[in-house]
């Protein structure tokens, strides 16, 4: 849901801004903290801090003291992760730039639904616009700022009831990710990329050497940085809207989709641009969505599962194979196999080993054992 363009929003930003400064501040707490007593801040006594500071600095008391505490909340969630992941570099947080700095969340007080669209959100009345229809108890509102200055609203209610698993056109499929073909379908339908990114990766270079080129802190400048901006969301917006057309064509014919779980950031650093402009995690996410609203059901199968070196008429598993061999003979059947096909009708088989049939048919045999 998105706010309407209005003067007045220009005090949710000036918010905004304001929790971006008390996140800084709690950053140089934790940082201080650490330097003198050689363990982090606990959140508890970090949040009773920043309600006695907030009391003498009428500029933080623009957030609420429910989104202090989220602030505090997050900074201590990202240091539990930090703290669990250190050896895989993960960073700890650090600080941002309040120009920069994205969201405000608001708990249970500081905001009223009104009628016909619209929301009081401290002392003032600001008009949205609704995607859809809110179903169920609001848990949490948050207010999110676009780098071209939107604003959004993301609301968080409680669980709703699901559909329960529905077989409706009796089909099972599996998919195997590609760089070359996006997605593999075991019955041999191939779906290319568009590869949004590639296709306007030369309009956003050029509009990036013109933002370059402006003067700091000049109009002009701004004007140009905008411009990039939107480069960057027209890109996200068509991958946006075609992933979202997949996912209802593929739950629309198929009940159960099985997929392969792949290690998403090991294949970043090895392919780079190319992993990113494909977004197989947020196709994956969206995917899921969809499912559960259809009562459709998408299962991942085991990484370590050898999908492309195994049959899937005989089930015989080769040893080694190397990425370039996109063919290869069984040596036991004499079958030729296609890379992907081979391996989406043996994610299909595992998937599908793993989930309650009922009247749901396989679109290729299982492995045979």
């Known amino acids: 849901m998105s706010f309407y363009q209005h003067k007045r929003n220009r005090y949710l930003k000036r918010s905004i801004n304001a929790a971006g400064a008390i996140y ?22 970090l949040q009773s801090h920043i309600a006695k500071l907030r009391k003498r600095n009428p500029y933080w008391q623009l957030v609420g003291s429910q989104a202090v505490q989220d602030i505090c909340q997050r900074i201590e969630k990202a240091y539990q992760l930090f703290l669990k992941h250190h050896t895989k570099k993960v960073k700890p947080p650090g600080f941002k730039k309040i120009k920069k700095y994205k969201s405000l969340t608001l708990k249970q007080a500081g905001y009223k639904f009104l009628g016909g669209n619209r929301i009081r959100i401290g002392e003032r009345v600001y008009q ?43 089909k099972i499929a599996g998919f195997d990710f590609g760089l070359k073909t996006f997605l593999t379908c075991s019955d041999g339908e191939l779906i290319e990329s568009p590869q949004f990114l590639k296709q306007s990766l030369k309009d956003i270079k050029k509009a990036s050497r013109q933002h370059s080129k402006k003067q700091k802190a000049s109009a002009h400048r701004e004007r140009a940085r905008k411009h990039l901006v939107r480069s960057y969301e027209d890109v996200s917006f068509r991958r946006y809207d075609w992933f979202w057309k997949l996912a209802h064509d593929l739950t629309n014919r198929f009940d159960v989709l099985c997929f392969e779980t792949l290690s998403l950031k090991g294949m970043q650093r090895l392919w780079g641009r190319k992993i990113s402009d494909l977004a197989l995690g947020e196709f994956l996410q969206i995917l899921q969505w969809v499912a559960k609203k259809k009562g459709k059901q998408v299962v991942f199968i085991d990484r370590w599962y050898p999908s ?3 049959c899937s008429h005989c089930g015989y598993v080769l040893e080694t194979l190397d990425l370039s061999v996109r063919e290869w ?35 290729v045999p299982a492995i045979a054992v």
């Open 24 to 45: 800084n501040h709690c950053i140089a707490l934790h940082k201080r903290y650490y330097r003198m007593w050689g363990h982090h801040l606990n959140c508890h006594k």
């Open 128 to 170: 949205y616009w609704k995607s859809r229809e809110i179903e169920g108890k609001v848990k949490t509102l948050t207010i999110k700022r676009t780098p071209l200055g939107e604003l959004f609203m993301v609301v968080v209610v409680d669980s709703v009831a699901l559909p329960e698993i529905k077989f409706e056109t009796g």
């Open 308 to 310: 492309i070196k195994t």
């Open 329 to 363: 003979r069984c040596p036991c059947c004499h079958c030729v196999n296609g890379r992907d096909e081979n391996a989406a009708k043996n994610i299909c088989a595992v998937g599908a080993s793993t989930v309650k049939l009922g009247n749901v048919r396989q679109a």
